[in-house]
């Protein structure tokens, strides 16, 4: 299969990933309004005074699978922190969930379980780092079993790779 043909497919695999919430059966994908809520742990809760992530982003760059997202998804999906709660949205689809951070890992873990919505009762886990205070960059997994090793999303692996800018 070609690399543009495969780009489209995956596009649209993607989008119904997004309408529905849960990828390969067993993973999930908040998305859209999801706020989270902390259990804070020793070294485990809110974002660490090294990650500087409260306030709003936007999408600017995404890759799903090695292939680079646009589009609809990049000018619909917002996150936002405030203390420990956060929401995520991208298009139609809103979650509400915890958000628990381990900040004592290298890169910083990052595990949001849904607490409403599609995706309820499920969890997604990623790493993240800040780029300076107006770049936040997430790795998801979309299965759920494992945290990312890398911040990178190929074929294989299958995560999803967001470059958030701050909303001005």
């Known amino acids: ?5 495969l780009k489209a497919r995956l596009a649209c695999t993607f989008r119904l990933i997004l309408l529905g919430g849960i990828v390969s059966g067993a993973g999930v994908f908040p998305i859209s309004g999801v706020r989270a809520q902390e259990t804070v742990k020793p070294a485990q809760g809110k974002a ?17 699978a090695g292939i680079e997202l646009g589009g609809p998804f990049l000018t619909n999906m917002t996150l936002k922190i405030k203390g420990d709660q956060f929401d995520l949205q991208a298009g139609p689809i809103k979650e509400k969930g915890k ?3 381990t ?12 607490t ?3 995706n309820q009762g499920k969890n997604l886990l990623a790493i993240c780092e ?35 800018e701050r909303a001005k």
Not at 1 to 5: E, P, T
Not at 103 to 114: R, V, Y
Not at 132 to 161: H, I, M, R, W
């Open 99 to 101: 958000a628990e951070f």
């Open 48 to 64: 660490p005074a090294s990650l500087k992530a409260e306030g709003e982003w936007k999408a600017s760059a995404a890759t799903h």
């Open 130 to 164: 800040q780029s300076g205070p107006d770049q936040l960059k997430v790795c998801y997994t979309l299965k759920g079993k494992e945290y990312p090793k890398a911040f990178e999303s190929t074929e294989d692996n299958k995560a999803l790779l967001v470059v958030y």
């Open 116 to 118: 409403e919505g599609n």
């Open 1 to 5: 299969m070609d690399k543009a043909r």
């Open 103 to 114: 900040s004592d890992a290298k890169p910083i873990k990052l595990k949001l379980t849904a």
